[in-house]
């Protein structure tokens, strides 16, 4: 298994700010991924964190509203940018093997 | 098109009993299925997968029961604790890569 840490563990943001989520891996791993959970709802897949290259994102997401860096093996940064009280939710940071897939802690994210 | 599906938004078990949490899927390609259980405020934990070349899979208290002709996977939980109240979320492997398709997740009580 790995063991991952995100930062911060919780926020509240102004709309129209940033924040930046980082995501600590005790191992290194090949595929990382970001994920959001909105109140109520099922996990959903923002993008693919690729080290060395642009992420991959989902339908409905877009790297100028969610850049992503992976500089290395056990590092991924998510931001969140000009936000907006949809964008009110839980982040997930999350690594995966060929059988399993683990996740962070989440970021408690809060847009007023 | 929801590909994995929990129709059971939340269940409510009396301590002691089984709970069975009900997931069906859509994609006969799918060659694993997992079971995740997520507290408030915490990213999902890994509780026990199936492969799909299997029909039963036991952990502890825990069984994971594949029909695959019926497009079913059951989680059984036996027997239920007060512990075990969290949201179950079934995902399933699509084989092509390490991106799971998630359930919308069951809300488990377990009532004293």
């Known amino acids: 298994s790995a063991v991952i840490s995100q930062k911060p563990s919780r926020d509240i943001c102004q709309r129209g700010t940033s924040l930046t989520i980082q995501c600590q891996v005790d191992?290194?791993?090949?595929?990382m991924f970001w994920y959001r959970q909105q109140p109520g709802q099922s996990l959903t897949l923002i993008a693919t964190?690729?080290?060395?290259?642009?992420?991959?994102?989902e339908s409905g997401f877009v790297i100028d509203k969610f850049p992503i860096s992976r500089p290395n093996l056990t590092f991924s940064t998510l931001t969140v940018s000009n936000m907006s009280p949809e964008d009110s939710s839980i982040y997930l940071c999350?690594?995966?093997?060929?059988?399993?897939?683990?996740f962070g802690p989440g970021t408690r994210l809060t847009v007023t | 098109d929801q590909q994995v599906k929990q129709n059971s938004p939340s269940l409510s078990v009396q301590e002691g009993r089984i709970s069975i949490l009900n997931c069906d899927y859509t994609?006969?390609?799918?060659?694993?299925f997992l079971w995740y259980k997520k507290y408030p405020a915490e990213g999902p934990t890994f509780l026990i997968s199936?492969?799909?070349i299997k029909d039963k899979n036991e952990d502890g208290r825990f069984t994971v029961f594949l029909n695959k002709s019926a497009k079913h996977l059951s989680l059984h939980i036996v027997p239920s604790q007060p512990g075990d109240s969290a949201v179950y979320f079934c995902?399933?492997?699509?084989?092509?890569?390490?991106?799971?398709?998630w359930g919308a997740g069951t809300k488990l009580i377990i009532k004293p």
């Open positions: 999350s690594v995966a093997n060929v059988t399993e897939q683990y």
């Open positions: 191992s290194q791993v090949t595929m």
């Open positions: 964190a690729n080290q060395g290259s642009e992420a991959t994102y």
């Open positions: 994609n006969s390609m799918f060659d694993y």
């Open positions: 199936i492969s799909s």
């Open positions: 995902a399933a492997h699509p084989g092509s890569n390490y991106q799971l398709i």
